[in-house]
């Protein structure tokens, strides 16, 4: 008679499970509470000590860790020697293990979890037997996951749990305690920090450092201020992804993950002072960041305005004596080195997407003037100002620039006119020097006669789309000089 071992944290569709492998000949051993489940729907059952010999110890710490269990899941049955051990030792062949493991991840993820709760919730004997008959998956069924039980039954009664099969039930094995171990090590590196709530008061959170390199927002060097919320350190991010991008003193305004100001200039007074006036009204309680070290006279400036995180290479002793009469505000130092081999990892149901971060550089060399109209330099300057800007503002995307600052940003819209309206509505100007960015191809021509009517004569947009010809035609009839990069921006 077969025999398999069910023993289960997650008790979802067990016991159908279990009557349909003992309807189909199989001997059932388990342990604790999957026993206890068995046993309450009449399905016929064997306690693992049955097989054991040997009662559980330790508080259930020690049971399936024997000879008996992983013998007859370990042993190949091509090797004759292996057969001839286990029945001189009294040992017989288990064929099936259905485990799945203590629920740690869910353990501490709870805020008020314990050193102690953690460790209660290691699972020891599971990934042992998983592992064991994953690794002799020629011979062994291993099932972790409960969406594979009716797969596997309908195998079974059809005879065709063939070794293929059995060998992606084993990766699905080592996928799971690879996931599991890592939460283990990740929970006791002390790298996770409990947050006072998520996106909203009504989600809990935590912050997980991966790294603590100087560059990144993990390995910043908090000055001052009370503790990042999970908002601050999302927009924090953003804002220092952007403000690295220039070599010029730059300084870098962002209110709910979208740039609101940026400005660049000789020095990074005047920088700021163009970001501010970009939008003073959005900038308050935003965070700002600066590619210089902040002095007394810029601390001052900040000092004026509510903020709730000022991010800088250094501060001075009389920056940050200025900055500091306000308790709240955080102040993190943070080296402005790029790494192009961090990724982005965004979390989906079931998963996440793993990505290269979109630090692409376009050159003049390397973009088209597709229009009659020749852009000016100084046009040039603030579409090569915008093409920086325009990559981390939420798409559809459209912006306008001059060569000094943002003039407008329109971010987030279901259609690309609606961005390049709100970006017109919100213009501190517009003037020949201002020009119009944007991160996708303009579909139509639409987008370029709006301009047009609101006076705007330069715009950089990728190209590419099948209507390009449309929208040069409109550009040429209004004078307006038009880039294309080859090169798009979305944000989502």
């Known amino acids: 008679m077969k025999k398999a071992i069910l023993s289960v944290s997650n008790k979802s569709g067990i016991v159908a499970f279990a009557q349909s492998l003992n309807k189909l000949g199989y001997e059932l051993y388990s342990t604790g509470g999957t026993m206890r489940t068995l046993v309450d729907a009449d399905v016929p059952v064997k306690s693992i000590s049955d097989l054991t010999q040997f009662e559980e110890i330790m508080d259930g710490r020690v049971k399936t860790l024997h000879p008996s269990v992983h013998g007859g899941i370990l042993a190949d049955r091509d090797k004759p020697e292996h057969l001839e051990q286990l029945k001189e030792q009294h040992i017989d062949l288990i064929d099936m293990v259905v485990v799945n493991l203590y629920p740690f991840q869910e353990t501490v993820a709870n805020p008020d979890v314990t050193e102690m709760d953690a460790i209660e919730n290691i699972d020891i004997g599971g990934p042992t037997m998983l592992r064991a008959a994953a690794k002799n998956f020629k011979h062994v069924t291993t099932v972790v996951h409960p969406s594979d039980y009716n797969d596997v039954i309908e195998r079974l009664e059809n005879d065709n749990l063939d070794e293929d099969f059995r060998k992606s039930l084993m990766i699905k094995v080592f996928d799971h305690t690879n996931q599991y171990d890592a939460a283990i090590v990740e929970f006791f590196k002390d790298n996770k920090e409990q947050l006072r709530y998520g996106e909203n008061p009504q989600q809990s959170a935590h912050f997980v450092r991966t790294s603590d390199a100087l560059h990144t927002l993990a390995g910043a060097k908090q000055l001052h201020g009370k503790q990042l919320s999970f908002n601050n350190i999302k927009d924090a991010d953003a804002t220092l992804s952007l403000v690295k991008q220039f070599d010029k003193p730059a300084a870098v305004a962002v209110k709910h993950m979208n740039p609101c100001g940026v400005g660049v200039a000789d020095t990074i007074e ?54 500091s009469q306000k308790k709240n505000i955080r102040l993190l130092e943070i080296d402005m080195t790029i790494d192009n081999s961090e990724k982005e990892v965004v979390s989906v149901s079931g998963g996440y997407l793993v990505q290269d971060k979109d630090n692409v550089v376009t050159n003049r060399e390397e973009m088209e003037v597709v229009t009659e109209a020749e852009p000016t330099e100084a046009q040039w300057d603030a ?21 000094k600052q943002t003039v407008g940003i329109g971010a987030g819209q279901m259609n690309r006119v609606g961005s390049a309206k709100i970006a017109i509505e919100r213009a501190i100007e517009i003037n020949d020097e201002v020009v119009m960015v944007s991160d996708g191809f303009f579909p139509m021509d639409d987008t370029v006669e709006l301009a047009a009517q609101s006076g705007i004569k330069a715009i950089i947009q990728p190209g590419g789309s099948i209507k390009d010809k449309d929208s040069i035609e409109m550009a040429n009839k209004h004078g307006i000089a038009m880039v294309t990069t080859g090169v798009r921006h979305f944000k989502h």
Do not use: C
């Open 383 to 403: 579409m090569l100002l915008g093409w920086k800007v325009v990559a981390s503002v939420k798409s559809n995307a459209v912006i306008l620039t001059n060569p």
């Open 270 to 323: 005047q920088a700021y002072k163009y970001a501010y006036e970009a939008d003073s009204q959005s900038i308050f309680g935003g965070i700002v960041a600066f590619n210089r070290t902040v002095d007394t006279e810029l601390a001052q400036s900040l000092h004026e305005i509510f903020l709730e995180v000022v991010i800088a290479p250094k501060f001075t002793r009389e920056a940050f004596d200025v900055l």
